[in-house]
């Protein structure tokens, strides 16, 4: 018995330096496809960037990287459902700040996992500018237009909002001392339409969302969160004089804690070069994003970074539920 072993164990390493075909068991990871939670509604901004990575990362992986949307509840639904998920390293989260930060820091107790625990950061993927919109044929100019009207007309300025950009809005609102009525959407695209059609008079979306409705003349940006060099009209926040921070906004790749070291071994590397990728780059440029990479250890600490403050700012606007 042993000599048959012997046997078939020198005949099954020829098998593999002559024909490169591997024995069974001996194929590292990965070995099946690996689906991939995104944070957000199909066409919303964050299912764009999963969606043009997520290709770039099949290739180097050499499985199908496959994308399952799960919106809802300000990206806390996808963080949810990826935390709890096997940890084989065969379910990644593309998440968000606002489901990793918004939602965890705004409702503490109600948050059914803990955001940095419960996850391992493989890398930062983008940044991404948040944009004020209005109906192009709006008298409002200028972000000080509208807030002039929002101070004469108290709550009745609606603004549509997905998920955590809550937050910057409670900002807004908090430093302006206007009134102003959040309209919350699943979806950038449904917040869209209602702007639109006349449902609400404006949106805090992403700049991917929102810009191609510039283009087409039917909306028009009044102020973005953060500054953009090649919108030079557009002022940020900052720009016009406002000492409070706006929340940054990102997006990244992270899996649930405790997946294996060999997995980890290799998403990482991978992550770091579909990020880094020129054509993954100029894709997402072109789309409004901004290619960020950080590695696990610096993602990690400005998530934490992020959370932290968050929860101060979100106690000091009383919003903390």
Not at 3 to 30: D, E, H, K, M
Not at 39 to 46: E, L, N, T, V
Not at 104 to 119: A, E, H, I, Q, V
Not at 185 to 202: C, D, M, N, R, V
């Amino acid at each position: 018995m042993n000599r048959l072993s012997l046997v078939y164990g020198l005949f099954s390493v020829f098998l593999t330096l002559i024909t490169g075909i591997s024995t069974p068991g001996a194929q590292g990871y990965p070995t099946r496809p690996i689906q991939l939670v995104i944070a957000g509604a199909p066409g919303d901004g964050i299912d764009l960037a999963a969606r043009a990575a997520a290709e770039e990362l099949s290739k180097l992986l050499k499985v199908p990287v496959i994308p399952l949307n799960k919106p809802g509840g300000a990206g806390t639904v996808a963080a949810d459902f990826a935390a709890k998920s096997p940890k084989d390293g065969y379910t990644l989260h593309y998440g968000s700040s606002q489901g990793l930060i918004i939602g965890p820091s705004l409702r503490p107790k109600d948050t059914p996992y803990d955001p940095l625990r419960d996850f391992e950061h493989l890398g930062l993927h983008v940044i991404f500018p948040i944009v004020i919109s209005v109906q192009a044929d709006t008298p409002w100019k200028k972000f000080s237009d509208m807030i002039d009207y929002a101070k004469k007309n108290p709550g009745k300025l609606r603004c549509g909002t997905v998920g955590g950009i809550h937050l910057q809005l409670e900002t807004i609102k908090f430093a302006t001392g206007v009134d102003i009525s959040q309209v919350p959407f699943k979806g950038g695209s449904q917040a869209i339409t209602a702007l639109l059609g006349g449902h609400i008079e404006s949106t805090f979306l992403a700049l991917s969302i929102s810009h191609p409705h510039y283009e087409s003349g039917k909306l028009r940006g009044i102020l973005l969160d953060t500054k953009v060099p090649s919108l030079p009209e557009l002022p940020s926040w900052a720009e016009l004089g406002y000492k409070q921070n706006l929340h940054p906004s990102w997006f990244g790749f992270l899996a649930p804690a405790g997946i294996p070291e060999e997995a980890k071994k290799v998403l990482i590397p991978a992550v770091e070069r579909t990020v880094k990728h020129p054509e993954v780059s100029s894709k997402l440029q072109k789309m409004w994003f901004v290619p960020h990479y950080l590695s696990p250890e610096e993602f990690q600490r400005l998530h934490k970074t992020n959370y932290e403050d968050a929860l101060v700012q979100f106690k000091r606007l009383g919003a903390t539920q």
